[in-house]
Structure formats: C-alpha cells, structure tokens
C-alpha cells in the first residue's frame, strides 16, 4: 500500500511540516517518537497519514500527553502492515453514547444530504482529538464520511482550518 504521512508541528514561531518516513515502524511509541524528532519542543504535533486514497490516520502530540489516534476506518488495521501498527491497537468507536452504541455525525437532516462514502466505513479512536483546533469531532466524522473526499481532500479541509494548509501543500508539490 502506498501511503503519505505529513507531520505538522506548531512552535512559537508557527507551524511547520516535514514529510515523516513510516518504513519499518513496529508499533505506536516508534511512531510518536518519529513525530518527536520533527520538532522536539513543540507544543502540537499532530501526523496525517493517508494511505491509496482510502484510510486516513491523524494522531496527535501535546507537551507531555500521551499520543491520541483517530483512524476514518478500523479496516485500514486489516489491509496492511502500516495499517496494524497504526490502528490495530484502537478498539474504541469514533464516537459513542452513553449506552455504548455509536452516535451519528451530525443531524439526521446532515446525514441525509450528506451520504457515507463507504457506509461501512467504521470509525475507530479519538475524533474529538482536534476539536480545540476548530474541527470538532462531528465535523471530522462528517468530513471522513462525505461522498467523494478522499483523505486528501480531508488533510487539506483540516490544515485549511488550523492554519497550516500551505505547509501541507508545499509538502505535497501543489
């Protein structure tokens, strides 16, 4: 599987970001460590991994939390090796009510106009983990789930938001 993954990392100075070579990553804590070395003291780091226009990963770093996950879909964990390390740890849904079932991504009338991509597509992790960034959980959720986006079309859609689109692009050659 291919795969893109762009760290984003915010200092004093603003945010900057590197594209982060996950070969040969064997579990989470080398992948936090990775994101590390992008910038050792930033405040917010957060990874967006991509993988054959189908699987998004965004995981987060804050001075001295532990790392926060949020996958568009726990089959990426199925699919491939890279998708195992990131997400095949993540048994918790996207969202959740209190009787422990899943909750919508937003309105029913939002859902209607807006139909899942893949309506299979399950969630998995912390969707709330930008939420402080100006994308709450249910718009990440509604972004995952739109028709016709695909993980960059989200990545983009994100760093637009947060600030940090240009360093994204520039990653990409846009």
């Given at each position: 599987?291919?795969?893109f ?11 900057t ?6 070969a ?23 990874l967006?991994?991509?993988?054959d226009?189908?699987?998004?990963v ?52 939002d ?16 969707a ?6 100006g994308?709450p ?16 079309d ?17 990653l990409?050659?846009?």
């Amino acid at each position: 599987m291919a795969y893109f993954a762009a760290a984003v990392v915010r200092d004093a100075t603003g945010w900057t970001a590197a594209e982060l070579d996950l070969a040969g990553v064997v579990d989470l804590d080398e992948v936090a460590d990775r994101l590390r070395d992008v910038e050792p003291d930033a405040g917010t780091s957060l990874l967006f991994v991509e993988s054959d226009d189908i699987y998004l990963v965004v995981m987060r770093l804050d001075d001295g939390e532990d790392l926060r996950v949020f996958a568009s879909d726990s089959a990426f964990a199925e699919e491939s090796r890279l998708g195992a390390v990131l997400v095949g740890d993540i048994k918790v849904p996207a969202v959740e009510t209190e009787d422990g079932s899943r909750r919508g991504t937003g309105t029913d009338e939002d859902d209607n106009e807006r139909p899942a991509a893949d309506p299979d597509a399950d969630p998995v992790g912390d969707a709330d983990l930008l939420a402080d960034l100006g994308i709450p959980s249910s718009r990440l959720l509604r972004l995952c789930a739109h028709e016709g986006m695909l993980p960059a079309d989200v990545i983009a859609e994100i760093c637009q938001v947060i600030g940090c689109a240009d360093e994204v692009e520039d990653l990409r050659g846009v």
